[in-house]
């Protein structure tokens, strides 16, 4: 969309990673702006960028300019502190802004809220564009009538080091200090400083007062009655441009100058290529290191390994798999997966034996990264890393939980401190968190807000929503009608789900970068980690080209390293990756259901499931972990029955049965669903990998193109349109809630 001096641009937005404070959703913001055919619009959040990559995503998408801002607080020792709206001006002032987020949370923030300094501004102005004022703004807080002498001063600072990019800000909203904004008038004709027209927006529509009401009560734990307590205001929407024109049309200028400061903006960020440290020798590059360690490694797990019969497929299989990951550019990654490893195991770490798609690989096998043959167990590399879909790699690693922490010391030494950061997360409103809270501002009784909650059924593979409910549920109408407050409650809360509330650190995501963090991307710090945090999110850090690694801490372990231990005392040796997959004794305790303290196995529900499949082979454990899951679970019945020689099946094809003989007949693996595609439709494993990404996502076009390319697969293969047809609609069905093998 064109730009031109009549637009008036909104810079202060506030988005939901204005956590507890913002509310207005990044995608509602751009789609907003592209139906009013806005041509650009800003991110301001408070104190931070965690949300500057999805909104600069999100408006290139939509044809609309973003703007990436900051409103961040400065601290001083000779005035009250307060907000300082800054924006990107172009690439050196992104990223001299994205350091002074950084310098807020890693430097300053170690007894008070993250802040910047006038020294910091002073260091890293160039490229930014300083809007002073604003409601919660240092200048606005350091205004007294009879010492103006102090505002000027402040303002004098803040021209001097933004020079022609420091504007003076106005903005009519609530009950305006008429005095001020004279203030702000006259100074700015004294000293040439421009004034712009801004508007605190916290929310896009008038009519979700309520709800940002109700989330600043929930943020400020009281009720919404409370007197002593910050409050929503009836102008803390995002207002159109008539309206903006409307209000400032004494001051023509201050709304022509948010056009102008639009087009002095050319930053945006773009999605990059992963980067990764380079891991060389003297004489190789990463590509030939790790063929030559994975060759090594293979042919001593062939050596170690009697069973072994015919190495040509595993030579076959490895030689496939390193062309693949060379390819895409991932020698790297294993290398880097396999040194900190086998660091961990030379260090008396102990490490999971390797679980998730990442198993799927013989280059793991073989650089030791899992201790899982996957031929042996019939597991895909494609389910893993896809030649034909552009797909990071993500190996789930257990450490013992007690020495987690000693691996990533190890990487932060060896990368560099600056180099590796954990990951944020954001936690958000659920529909029965949503309804608890807000019942409990509204102060409704707890009783019937448990009631409302018992609605929503605990099911994370078909999760129902606020909206569903209330337009499904025909008794819900019926409360509407002849209670208020109910439809309040429902209302507000439906407008919060979704909402992010809190930040935090992911559970196990490291990224390991080729140079210091902060030049790619913003950190944070959690108070309760040494470790610096991206301010993107797992999904935004690898679009803006980083790599996640998981450290994963298991209790069972450390338990298990524990045991190990209290048997060497006694004389007795034992080696956990050694043990046998066949002994009687172990399967006698699994049929009686004794698995409490045994990791997946120990629930009551599961242990009633041991019992009844009455498990006589590893394969059985493999299924039963995989069955006992929500939507699976519908199946567990025709597994025992099957398995007990209580209900007969017939395969639809011939080759089905060596697909699913394993598991009785029954579809249980995404493997499955995959090789089905290979052997019976023809595919290869990679577009099979595709097609069960089409219907795992529900992606329609995809799954439409894949349905027609099945049938016509099945037809060459000689089974019936019909029976091809019922075949893809199992398979469907299935994919919507499986899990890899």
């Not at 992010?500 to 210091?516: K, L, Y």
């Not at 066949?582 to 019992?611: A, C, H, P, S, Y």
């Amino acid at each position: 969309m064109k730009l031109n001096e009549t637009e008036f641009i909104h810079l202060r937005n506030y988005s939901q990673y204005s956590l507890s404070k913002g509310a207005i959703k990044i995608n509602e913001l751009v789609d907003n702006c592209k139906k009013n055919k806005i041509p650009a619009t800003t991110i301001s959040d408070f104190n931070n960028l965690f949300g500057c990559m999805e909104f600069s995503l999100e408006c290139q998408a939509n044809g609309i300019q973003p703007i990436i801002g900051c409103n961040l607080l400065i601290e001083n020792k000779n005035f009250s502190s307060g907000y300082l709206l800054l924006i990107a001006k172009n690439k050196k002032g992104f990223e001299n802004l994205s350091r002074l987020v950084s310098i807020s949370y890693l430097e300053n923030s170690k007894t008070s809220n993250p802040f910047v300094s006038f020294k910091n501004l002073s260091d890293f102005s160039e490229g930014i564009i300083c809007m002073g004022g604003g409601e919660s703004g240092i200048i606005t807080k350091n205004f007294i009538p009879n010492e103006l002498n102090m505002s000027i001063k402040l303002i004098d600072n803040f021209s001097d080091i933004f020079n022609d990019d420091f504007f003076l800000e106005i903005q009519r909203c609530n009950q305006v200090n008429n005095y001020y904004l004279e203030f702000l008038v006259n100074l700015s004709i004294k000293k040439g400083i421009p004034l712009v027209a801004t508007n605190e927006n916290y929310f896009l529509e008038k009519e979700y007062f309520n709800t940002h009401d109700a989330l600043l009560s929930i943020s400020q734990q009281k009720y919404l009655d409370s007197e002593n307590r910050m409050k929503s205001s009836n102008d803390y929407y995002f207002k159109t441009k008539s309206e903006m024109l409307s209000l400032f049309n004494d001051l023509p200028d201050s709304c022509i100058n948010t056009s102008i400061i639009a087009k002095k903006c050319s930053f945006l960020l773009k999605e990059k290529e992963p980067s990764l440290p380079k891991i060389v020798t003297k004489n190789n590059d990463e590509n030939q290191v790790l063929k030559e360690k994975s060759v090594f490694g293979l042919e001593n797990r062939i050596i170690k390994d009697s069973t072994i019969s015919d190495k040509k497929i595993y030579f076959e299989r490895l030689n496939f798999e390193l062309d693949v990951i060379t390819r895409m550019g991932y020698s790297s990654y294993f290398l880097i997966v396999s040194d900190f490893i086998n660091w961990a195991k030379r260090n008396n770490v102990p490490v999971g034996p390797g679980r998730g798609s990442g198993a799927g690989s013989l280059v793991a096998w073989s650089l030791s990264i899992t201790n899982l043959d996957p031929i042996k167990f019939g597991l895909l590399f494609e389910r893993f890393l896809n030649p034909d879909r552009v797909s990071l790699p993500d190996f789930d690693i257990d450490f013992c939980m007690d020495k987690r922490d000693e691996v990533i010391n190890y990487v932060q030494r060896k990368y560099g401190k600056s180099n590796v950061a954990q990951i944020i997360t954001f936690g958000s409103f659920q529909a029965r968190a949503a309804l608890r809270d807000v019942g409990r501002v509204m102060q409704l009784p707890l009783r019937q807000i448990d009631d409302f909650c018992k609605m929503f059924p605990y099911n994370p593979a078909q999760p129902t929503n606020l909206r569903e409910i209330i337009e499904k549920d025909k008794n819900l109408k019926e409360i509407f009608k002849n209670d208020p407050s109910i439809r309040t409650l429902f209302s507000i809360s439906r407008d919060l789900e979704g909402l992010f509330r809190h930040a935090s650190t992911h559970a196990a995501g490291i990224v390991i970068a080729d140079q210091p963090l902060e030049k790619i991307v913003p950190l944070y710090k959690d108070p309760r980690s040494d470790i610096p945090v991206t301010q993107f999110s797992m999904k935004y850090v690898e679009k803006i080209g980083l790599i996640k690694f998981d450290f994963l801490g298991l209790k069972t372990l450390t338990v298990i390293d524990e045991a190990c231990k209290y048997l060497r005392d006694r004389s007795i040796e034992l080696n956990i990756n050694q043990i046998p997959l066949q002994d009687n004794k172990t399967f006698q305790l699994l049929r009686e259901g004794n698995t409490i303290g045994v990791f997946q196995l120990e629930g009551q529900g599961m242990r009633e499931t041991l019992i009844k499949i009455i498990p006589d082979r590893f394969e059985d454990l493999i299924a039963i972990v995989s069955l006992y899951r929500p939507g699976p679970m519908d199946n567990i019945q025709t597994f025992i029955n099957r398995k007990q020689k209580k209900e007969d099946y017939v395969y639809l094809h011939e080759d089905l049965k060596e697909i699913l003989e394993e598991t009785y007949g029954i579809m249980v693996y995404q493997e499955q669903v995959m090789l089905i595609a290979q052997k019976i439709a023809g595919f290869s494993l990679a577009k099979a990998d595709l097609l069960r990404r089409a219907m795992g996502k529900k992606i329609k076009s995809e799954m439409t193109a894949q349905k027609s390319n099945f049938i016509n697969g099945c037809l060459n293969n000689k089974l019936e349109k019909s029976k091809a047809l019922k075949l893809y609609n199992e398979i469907e069905k299935f994919a919507g809630y499986g899990f890899n093998k």
